[in-house]
């Protein structure tokens, strides 16, 4: 448990060096909150659609700070 703790921790920490706002909700509904993407759509009020670019886009935003 504690291993888990520690690894959303991270993961908390490295989506919050996302600059933009909309991004990092889609990371944090997601990986956070674990909503399926059409529950993340519906919180960023866009398209499915919309949403799986823009977590493309997230996803490059992050890589970053990801550790090695």
């Known amino acids: 448990i504690v291993y888990l703790m520690s690894l959303d921790r991270k993961t908390k920490e490295v989506i919050n060096k996302v600059d933009s706002p909309t991004l990092r909700t889609i990371l944090i509904e997601r990986y ?33 700070f990801v550790p090695d």
């Open 32 to 64: 956070i909150n674990r909503l399926s993407w059409n529950k993340v759509a519906e919180a960023v009020h866009y398209e499915r659609r919309w949403v799986m670019e823009l977590h493309r886009q997230a996803l490059d935003a992050v890589v970053p």
